[in-house]
Nanobody, 124 residues
Framework: QVQLVESGGGLVQAGDSLRLSCTAS??????MGWFRQAPGKEREFVGT???????SYADSVKGRFTISRDTAEKTLFLQMNSLNPEDTAVYYC????????????????????WGQGTQVTVSS
């Protein structure tokens, strides 16, 4: 059974940091990434990392967020620094066995495997 499980969310103050993790089981994925969604808004691309080590980030998080994968490429991490209230959302892990590049990897409709999400709340 294929499953993605996120963890690491919480309530923090502006300027704080959090690290999210996503563990995949059941198969391996070439592309793994993060999306986020606030109430009433569309699911938003955050960033992706492919098994070859290449990464893509949304402009809104570039320079603040960093995506990494463990050596076995079973766990995806999202290091979030300098958080602000605009980062408040449910963060979802997504994965795909294909190598999705800039454009395709930003489209949530391309992904069939999703975690249940972890809430990140940033207070002023």
């Amino acid at each position: 059974q294929v499953q993605l499980v996120e963890s690491g969310g919480g309530l923090v103050q502006a300027g704080d940091s959090l690290r999210l993790s996503c563990t995949a089981s059941g198969r391996t994925f070439v592309t793994m990434g993060w999306f986020r969604q606030a109430p009433g808004k569309e699911r938003e691309f955050v960033g992706t990392r492919r098994s070859g080590g290449t990464t893509s980030y949304a402009d809104s998080v570039k320079g603040r967020f960093t995506i990494s994968r463990d050596t076995a490429e079973k766990t995806l991490f999202l290091q979030m620094n300098s958080l602000n209230p605009e980062d408040t959302a449910v963060y979802y892990c997504a994965a795909d066995p294909r190598a999705l590049w800039d454009g395709a990897d930003r489209d949530y409709r391309r992904y069939d495997w999703w975690g249940q999400g972890t809430q990140v709340t940033v207070s002023s």
